[in-house]
């Protein structure tokens, strides 16, 4: 095969992947919800779960990757018990996207000053406990196959509780909620580094996460996010392991620069995002059937939200793309010679390939505007909602 056929063909590999990919936008990113220091609130945000639908539906329609859209309770609570989430299930679909993972909230409550599932105290514990009972309750009525947890569990100074009691609490916590899950739904267990932590974290890291997971059972799988590691991380040798022992469950994608900022993903370090899916890729988990949960976890404070979700989803399509055009058969090659700067080339061959013109081609193909952008500020939307949302707006992270 030459090589401008062998060219041709990854390119038609890739697209027909990049048709199917999926992207998990968050409900909690498209209302007022930011820093921890400020929230700057904006007009036309959405004020109930219904409107933040009908904006992620607005990112799918002109991106045609983001058809699904992740609760977070309390903030995306509706009236009415499982009907009423049944109702909100049924309006997603009627819009174009369905709901995702639910996410927990166990750390805004002053019940959890000390803690929530670790908490020294045995009634906030059976607290928390029974909000993530809660939650599983909301996945059977809207048919969600992901329970995402984070705890901010943790303490700041030495000598404040016992660190193995509470890896002790966390367990028989995840125990309990893992006993609960149906046969088709899984527990994604993410970590942190620290904040509001600063002493200790009682997730702080994927090593953790991996433990807890492995002692569950296969339904419970580790969540990477990729803002929540200590700088100069390697983050796609985590996932490269992983995928390898198959425990990699869901990618929170977001970008930083000092600490957790919650930016849009790929903004700080592009590069890094495109050796990440070049892992995921290498690993599998580009498969239709990998299992592997692609979502946002992003707060945007300063920027128009749903633009900024538009980019978000557009810089994980292209960091895809390039991902996808690497030259598998001459990379492996260059690796077994030990070639080292042919190795390097193969690889940076494709993070420099200039991959805007195949996505627009694959949007096109779609029956999709090529310039989502684009089409997105002339679809009078923003204008709409500017107009429409008028009155009180629904708080979220930061708030």
């Known amino acids: 095969m030459t090589g401008s056929t062998a060219h041709e063909a990854r390119t038609v590999a890739a697209k027909a992947v990049l048709k199917r990919q999926s992207i998990e936008t968050p409900s909690w990113a498209y209302g007022n919800s930011g820093t921890r220091f400020k929230v700057f609130a904006q007009a036309g945000v959405p004020r109930t779960p219904r409107e933040k639908l009908d904006d992620a539906a607005q990112v799918h329609a002109f991106t045609g990757a983001a058809p699904t859209v992740a609760l977070h309770i309390p903030w995306d609570r509706v009236e009415g018990g499982p009907e009423g989430y049944a109702k909100l299930a049924a ?154 022992e198959g425990r990699l469950g869901a990618f929170d994608f977001n970008s930083r620069f000092y600490a957790d900022d919650d930016l849009m993903v790929g903004a700080a370090d592009p590069f890094q995002l495109f050796r990440i899916l070049y892992e995921v890729r290498r690993g599998g ?14 707060c945007h404070n300063i920027e128009a939200k749903i633009p900024a979700i538009i980019r978000s989803v557009m810089n994980v399509q292209e960091a895809t793309a390039k991902a996808l055009l690497i030259d598998a058969e001459a990379l492996a090659a260059a690796q077994r010679e030990g070639d080292v700067l042919a190795a390097n080339g193969v690889l940076m061959d494709a993070y420099n390939t200039d991959v805007r013109p195949l996505l627009e081609e694959v949007r096109e193909e779609l029956g999709l505007d090529p310039d989502p952008m684009g089409a997105y500020r002339r679809s009078g939307w923003q204008e709409r909602i500017v107009k429409d949302r008028v009155g009180g707006v629904q708080a979220g992270w930061g708030a």
């Open 91 to 244: 309006y997603a679909e009627e819009r174009g996207v369905k709901l995702g993972a639910v996410n927990s909230n166990v750390f805004q409550d002053d019940d959890y000053k000390l803690g929530s599932v670790t908490n020294p105290d045995p009634a906030v514990r059976r607290k928390a406990v029974g909000h993530l009972l809660e939650c599983v309750d909301i996945m059977d009525a809207t048919g969600s196959r992901d329970l995402k947890l984070w705890f901010s569990d943790g303490t700041n100074y030495p000598g404040q509780d016992d660190l193995r009691d509470r890896q002790d609490r966390l367990a028989e916590a995840l125990r309990t909620v893992y006993a609960r899950l149906g046969d088709d739904q899984r527990m994604v267990l993410e970590y942190k580094l620290f904040e509001p932590a600063f002493y200790a974290t009682d997730v702080p890291d994927w090593g953790t996460s991996y433990a807890h997971c492995l002692k569950l059972g296969e339904k419970a799988q580790v969540c990477v996010d990729t803002g929540h590691h200590a700088p100069g991380t390697n983050i796609e040798f985590i996932v490269a392991f992983l995928l390898r």
């Open 285 to 298: 988990g580009l498969e239709a059937d990998s299992g592997i949960a692609f979502m946002l976890d992003q």
